[in-house]
């Protein structure tokens, strides 16, 4: 179940935390992973937990998901090595908390520059490729921020409610081509970037008491759901946002 066996998966934000642990789903599952990160980030750690995890092949790409041009450039490169692309995860993301007082235009475009439009002319590059196919799965990196509102994160709460808004509408538009286009939406995982603010005294119980099932998410609990909604077994779900959130948005 769930076996994505001869897809080639294309993953942003890569190097580490969700992104890594979407690239070890889909290779549990017996995908080759096309992770990328920005240019001189090491995605070491994850080619080699893939390769671990039965990947059947691993083929690292440097991308700026602000790039355009380099967009273009790992789209055609992806797809001259291995002759398709059916699964992308689009998953490479920023946020910068800071009182709404303190957000300059910078910042703000500074987020909507990553978690929107990186993701919307990257889903643009694949699509002719799933069009061709006849098939395709474009899932996108949400967050319970895009439905619930989180503090000091006006800029990163924007942007997440609007990858739920984009992702429908793409739905929408390619559905009769045979591409899906989901969003998974997680609640604070417990990542290696993530986990010295989750621990902290104060901070941690106070997220943990909005959370009904009593835990933070684990990074492999969001890959699986990547991997869901890549499989054929999901070929009827599209323009839905999964909350994996642990109760957290049914208050």
């Known amino acids: 179940m769930f076996e994505l066996t001869g897809k080639v998966a294309i993953v942003t934000g890569a190097a580490t935390g969700l992104g890594q642990a979407i690239c070890v789903a889909f290779a549990t599952q017996g995908a080759s992973v096309v992770p990328t990160d920005l240019p001189g980030v090491s995605m070491d750690a994850t080619v080699e937990k893939c390769k671990a995890a039965g990947a059947p092949e691993v083929f690292p790409q440097a991308m ?12 055609a490169a992806v797809k001259d090595h291995f002759g398709h692309i059916d699964i992308l995860a689009s998953n490479a993301g920023m946020n910068k908390p800071m009182p709404a007082e303190d957000v300059t235009p910078e910042s703000w475009d500074a987020h909507f520059a990553v978690n929107i439009k990186g993701g919307f002319f990257l889903a643009q590059a694949v699509a002719p490729i799933m069009k061709a196919q006849g098939k395709g799965r474009i899932i996108f990196t949400g967050s319970q921020a895009g439905v619930v509102a989180r503090d000091n994160q006006q800029p990163y709460c924007a942007t997440k409610g609007g990858i739920i808004s984009m992702a429908r509408a793409l739905a929408y538009d390619w559905a009769p081509t045979g591409i899906t286009v989901n969003v998974v939406a997680p609640t604070f995982a417990m990542t290696d970037l993530a986990r010295k603010r989750l621990e902290d005294p104060v901070y941690g119980p106070k997220m943990l008491a909005m959370i009904p099932v009593g835990r933070f998410v684990e990074p492999s609990e969001v890959g699986s759901a990547f991997a ?10 599209t323009g839905q946002t999964l909350l994996v959130d642990g109760g957290w948005t049914i208050w």
Do not use: G, P, R
């Open 64 to 75: 700026n998901v602000t790039d355009h041009a380099a967009i273009q450039a790992t789209v």
């Open 228 to 237: 869901f909604l890549a499989s054929e077994e999901a070929a009827m779900i």
